[in-house]
T-cell receptor
Framework: KQEVTQIPAALSVPEGENLVLNCSFT??????LQWFRQDPGKGLTSLLL?????REQTSGRLNASLDKSSGRSTLYIAASQPGDSATYLC???????????FGPGTRLSVLP | EAGVAQSPRYKIIEKRQSVAFWCNPI?????LYWYQQILGQGPKLLIQ????????DSQLPKDRFSAERLKGVDSTLKIQPAKLEDSAVYLC??????????????FGQGTRLTVV
């Protein structure tokens, strides 16, 4: 059974810092991995999708990497802004059409 | 492109009452998911549909929860009777059918249920 963990659970940084969020999964037989952002009281917004054959994806100030063999993904946020404050969730999808299994999330606060 | 639509946005009911949630996925998305998100936790799958067939409902409490997806488009999730521990946000998501390379999932705004 796939299990997903995220470290740290919460993170507070001053504006302008570069930061890394970590996601680990127990079963490396994944189809893809997706990073989401969730603002309080809102649904999930997709940030980046990495296919199992890819090593990284970039979108603006965000860069996500995937190391399938070690069961890890990282989300790198460059030059953080107060508007980046949210909970960041990673989710992995198995090779056989299974649903997305989510981690518990990292709650990020970027202080002005 | 319209996103995933859910209604209602909020619902407060008493325990033992029934409640229903509605979801309209993105047009053309064959796969539809219902997730339950308890405060402070990641979403947990309740049920996954491929068109109007159930792919995975192993974590759905079938004694009180039911879901259907008529005609492979809209879906409803029902809870009857509700318990206090059902208080959560219920999220609907959709994606292209599995097997297509880009199966990015898109989520609705969710329905926040409070059972008192």
């Amino acid at each position: 059974k796939q299990e997903v963990t995220q470290i740290p659970a919460a993170l507070s940084v001053p504006e302008g810092e570069n930061l890394v969020l970590n996601c680990s999964f127990t079963d490396s037989a994944i189809y893809n991995l997706q990073w989401f952002r969730q603002d309080p009281g809102k649904g999930l917004t997709s940030l980046l999708l990495i296919q199992s054959s890819q090593r990284e994806q970039t979108s603006g100030r965000l860069n996500a990497s995937l190391d399938k063999s070690s069961g890890r993904s990282t989300l790198y946020i460059a030059a953080s802004q107060p508007g980046d404050s949210a909970t960041y969730l990673c989710a992995v999808r198995g090779n056989y059409g299974q649903n997305f299994v989510f981690g518990p999330g990292t709650r990020l606060s970027v202080l002005p | 492109e319209a996103g995933v639509a859910q209604s209602p946005r909020y619902k407060i009911i008493e325990k033992r009452q029934s409640v229903a949630f509605w979801c309209n996925p993105i047009s053309g998305h064959a796969t539809l998911y219902w997730y339950q998100q308890i405060l402070g936790q990641g979403p947990k799958l309740l049920i996954q549909f491929q068109n109007n067939g159930v792919v995975d409902d192993s974590q759905l409490p079938k004694d009180r929860f039911s879901a259907e997806r008529l005609k492979g488009v809209d879906s409803t999730l029902k809870i009857q009777p509700a318990k206090l521990e059902d208080s959560a946000v219920y999220l609907c998501a959709s994606s292209l059918r599995f097997g297509i390379s880009n199966t990015e999932a898109f989520f609705g705004q969710g329905t926040r249920l409070t059972v008192v």
